[in-house]
């Protein structure tokens, strides 16, 4: 199966949080000991919001829908490389004279 390219730009601003996975194990002593957690221990999750006609909009929408937030697919965000992402949820709002918002979250995904 191959995976899709997510060719769409975010109009408003894309916000990223960078989390790391962190082993900690502290001692008695007050001395902690820290390790990353895995070899993807740098996690992505954007927030990302488009707006556009119906047409435009609609064509997000059948692509998120068709990865079905298990599927990833690969995008490629501002300042980093491209990698692959799900898409768990997302919000279409109705502006009026046939233009949508969509707001989603993209959550960085690895290749097993």
Known sequence: MT???FTWSPRVMPTQTVSFRVRKSQFGDGYA????DGLNCRIQEWDVNFTGTGEYI????RFL??????????????????????????????LGGGNYSLSATFEQAFKP
Do not use: N
């Open 3 to 5: 995976i899709e390219i």
């Open 33 to 36: 000991q820290f390790s990353g």
């Open 58 to 61: 609609g064509a997000i929408k």
């Open 65 to 94: 829908d068709r990865h079905q937030g298990v599927r990833a697919f690969q995008w490629t965000p501002p300042l980093e490389a491209a990698g692959l992402y799900r898409c768990e949820h997302y919000k279409p709002v109705p």
